[in-house]
């Protein structure tokens, strides 16, 4: 009876997970797809006809192709997606694990390993993809001041251009928690990790205030979520980053570094550090239009 209990657990635990990366996941592709007026309610169900992939795939890579808009046989749905999924391919994001049929017949899994592929090369990645610049910066900063013996920079930029992709989420995972830190550091707020040191909503609220000078002070006292969603819509207001994850899944013991990476990454973007904002004196320099068709497409095209 207890095995069939922490396997019941278990399985809850999972499922909970798997909801949170689909919550946030489709609200990036739905960030994405704004400037079409499509709308993505469920991925798996949604993404079968191959219609919303080749719009996605389109969009991302900023080339066209010719797809059936209206599939009514199987062979037309499989044609779709394997048109998107070579587009993407052949745009440098290597695909691995996924094959039409896995998405015709609703692999949740599998597809939910597709969108990460496709949020980690053309967005986490295109924030920090400037390699020269990421160079200078670990050598003023010594590789982050905690680099392991004799490690440099050329070995981490070796780790970006990589073709394993373990090493390569690593520098990147690295060159994140660099630059939030140096952010944080304004309010003496530093973390080691993408998940559970942002639980209490103070670093996301320090963050956000390196910008938007006063929403620290202003929401210090509030709890974990208030702090989170306060952040959250100042982000969006003054400088344009959409609400990818639900405050309460942002501070959930749940979310995964991938997740947490498809939000945070918006914070380290070259254009994010002209924009300075008082919420107690007005604008100091300009405030980002969120009127755009897509606040990601100038990340996505950077």
């Known amino acids: 009876k207890q095995w069939y209990q922490r396997r019941v657990n278990a399985n809850e635990v999972k499922e909970k997970w798997l909801n949170i990366q689909k919550r946030s996941y489709t609200n990036w592709i739905n960030e994405v797809l704004r400037p079409t007026g499509v709308v993505v309610n469920d991925i798996v169900d949604d993404i079968g006809s191959g219609v919303l992939l080749c719009k996605l795939a389109m969009l991302l890579t900023m080339k066209k192709i010719k797809y059936q808009r209206n599939p009514k046989m199987v062979f037309q749905r499989q044609e779709n997606i394997q048109k998107a999924l070579i587009l993407i391919e052949q745009s440098g994001c290597k695909l691995i694990g996924i094959g039409a049929s896995d998405i015709l017949t609703k692999n949740e899994k599998l597809i939910l390993g597709l969108m990460w592929q496709l949020i980690q090369h053309f967005h986490v990645f295109q924030s920090i ?14 590789l982050m001041g905690n680099a392991r013996d004799g490690e440099t920079d050329e070995i981490y930029d070796n780790d970006l251009k990589s073709s394993d992709k373990q090493k390569k989420s690593s520098a990147i995972k690295r060159q994140i928690l660099a630059d ?3 952010r944080l550091a304004k309010r003496g707020v530093e973390v080691d990790n993408l998940t559970k040191d942002w639980k209490d909503g103070e670093a996301l609220c320090a963050l956000v205030d390196y910008n938007v000078r006063g929403i620290y002070d202003l929401y210090l006292d509030s709890d974990p979520v208030q702090k989170v969603a306060q952040s959250m819509i100042a982000a969006y207001k003054f400088l344009g980053i959409p609400q990818l994850i639900e405050p309460e899944d942002f501070i959930s013991n749940l979310i995964d570094e991938q997740t947490m990476s498809m939000y945070l990454s918006c ?26 068709d897509s606040a990601l497409i100038p990340l996505l095209r950077s």
């Open 129 to 142: 993809k400037n390699v020269e610049k990421m160079k200078q910066q670990l050598k003023s900063e010594q």
């Open 267 to 292: 914070f380290v973007h070259d254009g994010i550090e002209e924009i300075s904002v008082d919420l107690f004196e007005g604008i100091k320099k300009k405030e980002k239009s969120t009127d755009c």
């Open 180 to 182: 939030l830190n140096k």
